[in-house]
């Protein structure tokens, strides 16, 4: 087995050179094609500067071109850095400047968008344009733009880059409660420990089909893409035409005969509510993995009764820890009870504390910490951060090692599996993406005529959770809704933009002169309602 | 433009797309090719279009062809209205 990330697609081009790695809109790369294409891509980005030990960032639509990218910024020697190809220019350059990527990997239609974003400069030498069709595109701060036949025509033989397993693969961008995104440093040892067991424990192997929904700056992708590598599986990459479509994900799916999917539950509970499931062919389906937010029982229940012979685990794990605790889910649940996130995997340790950093007894409630093989090397610079993040923790009689501090409340129960209980903070899930209220409040307060604002995250069955914005205004009149959502857009993220704004005159308080979140939390307790700026007949 | 195009674009620029360069997006500009489509708001697109134009959108016709432009979608509102 190797001990880097893409000497995965390595031994799999050589032990089967001509069975399919990669399938996407009726075209398919076979693993030698994969191997060679990524060697290439990998020599022209060293051709252009890029050094081993250097960060490259993928900001592009999902494409087979996307896949060959990331191998090959791993067989550079340096990390890939996938940035949610739904998010602003804006928030590209926090990162790219951030982390100081040598090289960004996109494509020509989104070019244009970057000259002013980086008209003061970048930290990038060169662009990469990851599409085969030839394009003729605007230049990014005079850099030079690098085509895919370039790419193409550098020598395919290896790279010949000497790198560690602890060096970095990836970084992975998570939302920050001061404002500011981090970057999660994860190393190749990190992911192949998870990797490694997910890969035996639900036995993939080369006949296997693997959906791959997850975008590649969720680290859900992580085990559709080395997982399947390893295995010499054939990897479906969703198609971003068809991704926001639930009933043409759940057809696509079925008729590619795909047998592992590894999703959101707001992703399945969609496919199952609005995307006609019941009436599809699940006999293909051979494991189905979840993870990101809580699965409501009630639909894994009907999931369960589609398709009775697959195989169903709950995997629960910040992007800190990759995935730290599993339940495999062997019949269908018989109450509502809400599923526990299981034990921890054979790599990591699961520690329940109290304040005090002490084990609380089993069945008393405490905070999640997890030390092990898959916890994260750190935030990139951001040591103060890290060092919070990442504390000593006595795990017996002199034994101590660094473990992660989750922010997650949970108790073990009396069969050994923790149960979920919540936050300690105000990060919340929506549609399986991790989100700091602080982060979207933080952009709110930027605004000009904004005083205050407070977001919240309304229960929702099928996408965990939505978002509200509640804002008093310098004027006390409201804005206009849209113009406010607009300039959230324009730094975060699509899925942080609070879908509605309320104005309000003052805020509700607490005895403590806090926001009162619970009272803002229900209508019926509005004070000084202000009427909707909106147009409603 | 036509009334049904009217609407669902006037709802588009105003509660989904958050874009200022969408101010004047034309019926025939693509939305899905652009990115600019998540579930949510297709979700929100699909509701509103049931209760502004009094008809039902079945599951199964929630798919990229019928939401590719602002267009699209008025075809499939006025397909509906019809009873088709």
Known sequence: MGTLLPHLVTESAARFPERPALVMDGRTLSYAGLESLSNRFAGSLAGHGVRPGDRVALWLPRSIESVVALYGVMKAGAAYVPVDPGAPPARLAYIARDCAVSGLVTVAARTAALEETFAAGAPMRAVWLAEEAPVEAPRVAGLPNVTWA????????????????????????????????????????????????????????????????????????????????RAGAAVYPLSPRIASFPAAVARQWCSDRLTVWYATPSTLVLMLTRGGLEDLDLGALRV???????????????????????????????????????????????????????KACPYDEVLVLDESLKPVPTGAAGELWVRGATVMRGYW???????????????????????????????????????????????????????????????????????????LAIPDDEVTHRLRAVVVT???????????????????????????????????????????????????????????????? | ?????????????????YDRDLKDLKPEDPLIARGLLDSLSILKTVTFCEERFGITVPDQDVLPDHFESVRAIAALVDRRRAGG
């Open chain 1, 288 to 342: 189905l993995l979840f993870a990101g937010e809580v699965f409501p029982v009630k639909y894994l229940r009907e999931l369960m009764r589609l398709a009775p012979r697959a195989r169903y685990a709950n995997l629960y794990g910040p992007t800190e820890t990759n995935v730290c605790t599993w339940l495999e889910v062997a019949k269908p649940p018989e109450d509502d009870r809400p599923l526990p996130i299981g």
């Open chain 1, 381 to 455: 610079g951001r040591p103060e951060r890290t060092a919070l993040a990442l504390q000593p923790i006595e795990i017996a009689p002199g034994v101590t090692d660094l473990a992660y501090r989750t922010g997650d409340l949970v108790r073990v129960q009396g069969d050994g599996n923790l149960e979920f209980l919540g936050r300690r903070d105000h990060q919340v899930k929506t549609r399986g993406y991790r989100v700091e209220l602080g982060e979207i409040e933080t952009v709110l307060h930027r605004h000009p005529a904004v005083d205050e604002a407070v977001v």
């Open chain 1, 474 to 537: 310098k004027s006390g009149v409201a804005l206009d809704e849209a113009a406010l959502r607009q300039h959230c857009a324009e730094s975060l993220p699509r899925y942080m933009v609070p879908e509605a704004i309320e104005f309000r005159r003052q805020l509700p308080r607490t005895s403590s002169g806090k926001v009162d979140r619970r009272a803002l939390a229900q209508p019926q307790t509005t004070l000084n309602p202000e009427p909707r700026s909106s147009d409603e007949t």
């Open chain 2, 1 to 17: 433009m036509t009334a049904t195009e009217s609407a669902i674009r006037d709802f588009l620029v105003n509660e989904v797309l």
């Open chain 1, 150 to 229: 370039e790419a193409g025509a550098e020598s395919d033989a290896a790279p010949g880059i000497r790198a560690l397993e602890g060096d970095l693969a990836y970084i992975l961008y998570t939302s920050g409660s001061t404002g500011e995104p981090k970057g999660v440093m994860l190393s190749h040892r990190n992911a192949l420990a998870f990797v490694e067991w997910a890969g035996d424990v639900f036995q993939v192997t080369h006949e296997d089909r693997l959906a791959n929904h997850a975008p590649f700056h969720f680290d859900l992708s992580t085990f559709d893409l080395f997982a399947g590598a």
